[in-house]
């Protein structure tokens, strides 16, 4: 297999997920083909580092990715997990164009599309579709942002796990502990705890 042939197998997941959203015509296709690159993160390999302006959108091929804050304590505060077929960006840094006060890192050696903030405004242009598209993908992002910072604030640490396993069940043995506690914004010790009670997700 060749250059162009791997990468075109890399395009096609991403590719049908805009498929899903709304169709692309052939020209629609090729400006993808041409915009977006693809780039391996070695595990514990920064995608973008606090103080740094966020350059990208990615779209994760395979592997999975964290974006996260660290506190003043040291405390490690995961704000979103991306696995394969979901998007990851420090979305305020890459629109602003001012430094990021997040990190994105690699949990696993890790296979993105990205397209740069330069790209995408030129894609926009050639193609008001991605317009519509990233609109989309941004929206949905700051919905699910508002539904994590509610249940944080309303929901109990065994509410907010099993909310995890219903929604995330593909992530619960994938991840390691101190990652989902660090998401849940408990400690790995009470996370084990939840565990042993062998409590089921609600019907």
């Known amino acids: 297999m060749n250059k162009d042939e791997l990468i075109q197998i890399q395009l096609q997941p991403l590719l049908d997920y805009f498929q899903k959203l709304i169709p692309l015509n052939t020209v629609e296709k090729e400006l993808v083909s041409s915009f977006f690159k693809s780039r391996l993160y070695r595990k514990r390999q920064y995608v973008l580092q606090?103080?740094?302006v966020c350059n990208h959108f990615n779209f994760v091929v395979r592997g999975c990715l964290r974006l996260y804050k660290v506190d003043d304590k040291g405390n490690t505060h995961i704000i979103h997990?991306?696995?394969?077929?979901?998007?990851?960006?420090?979305?305020?840094?890459f629109h602003s164009r001012k430094p990021s006060e997040m990190s994105i890192d690699a949990l696993?050696?890790?296979i993105v599309l990205q397209i740069s903030?330069?790209?995408?405004?030129?894609?926009?242009?050639?193609?008001?579709?991605?317009?519509?598209?990233?609109?989309v993908l941004i929206e949905n992002?700051?919905?699910?942002?508002?539904?994590r910072m509610l249940q944080n604030i309303s929901s109990t640490a065994e509410d907010?796990?099993?909310s995890f396993i219903e929604n995330y069940s593909h992530l619960a043995n994938r991840l390691p502990q101190t990652q989902?506690?660090?998401f849940l914004g408990i400690t790995p010790e009470f996370l084990s705890r939840l565990r042993n009670k062998q409590v089921s997700p609600k019907s």
């Open 180 to 182: 989902i506690a660090s």
């Open 81 to 93: 997990f991306a696995v394969e077929n979901w998007w990851i960006s420090e979305i305020g840094s």
């Open 50 to 52: 606090e103080g740094d």
């Open 141 to 147: 992002s700051y919905v699910s942002l508002q539904k």
């Open 108 to 110: 696993e050696d890790t």
């Open 160 to 162: 907010r796990y099993l």
């Open 117 to 135: 903030y330069e790209d995408l405004i030129t894609i926009y242009k050639q193609a008001p579709k991605f317009d519509k598209i990233f609109r």
